[in-house]
């Protein structure tokens, strides 16, 4: 079992889900959200820092993914954005964790089967893939599915792979 935690990048709201996975079974651990406190970009991206430093000590993730920066016509928006992308790839980085990186589409895809979801719909599948979770919002739903997607693609489903093959 490889537990993976999956981080939806945002400098008001940066959410996370932590799931298990042993082999082609998931199951749900945690989600939330971490809200930035401050007023000034350095403080609020401290806050979001501790916040997440605090989710990975307590869950001890083995396996980190994080959303692909979207760009749009926001110049200075995408750049505060790309800055906390940066602290969901720090804290993860610095647990000694390879972070895997997931577009918005490629997420969308594996958990909706349509790449151009919206969030309702990203929801709705993650409730369906992890039944009887309790989902703290929709960054934290699209933080649970980022993690399902790592657990398909990424590391997490290579590195289960590998222990069940060595177990048998």
């Known amino acids: 079992m490889i537990r993976v935690i999956g ?14 996975v042993a082999g082609s079974r998931i199951s749900h651990v945690a989600n939330g959200i971490c809200c930035s406190e401050g007023d000034d970009l350095a403080t609020r991206l401290l806050s ?9 000590a307590t869950y001890r993730p083995e396996a980190a993914a994080v959303e692909q ?7 200075a928006g995408t750049l505060k954005l790309g800055q906390a992308r940066g ?3 720090l804290v993860p980085a610095q647990a000694g964790l390879v972070v895997g990186e997931y577009a918005p589409n490629k997420v969308k895809k594996t958990v909706v089967g349509v790449g ?37 693609h990424g590391a997490a489903s290579t590195l289960a792979a590998a222990i069940a ?4």
């Open 7 to 20: 981080i939806d990048p945002g400098l008001r709201n940066t959410g996370w889900g932590v799931i298990d």
């Open 48 to 56: 979001l820092h501790g916040q997440l430093t605090r989710v990975l």
């Open 69 to 75: 920066t979207f760009v749009n016509k926001d110049g």
């Open 87 to 89: 602290i969901a790839m």
């Open 116 to 152: 151009h979801a919206d969030k309702g719909q990203i929801a709705h599948m993650v409730r369906m893939q992890l039944p009887g979770v309790e989902i703290a919002g929709p960054d934290a739903a699209d933080a649970l599915a980022i993690a399902i997607c790592h657990a398909h």
């Open 165 to 168: 093959k060595a177990s048998a």
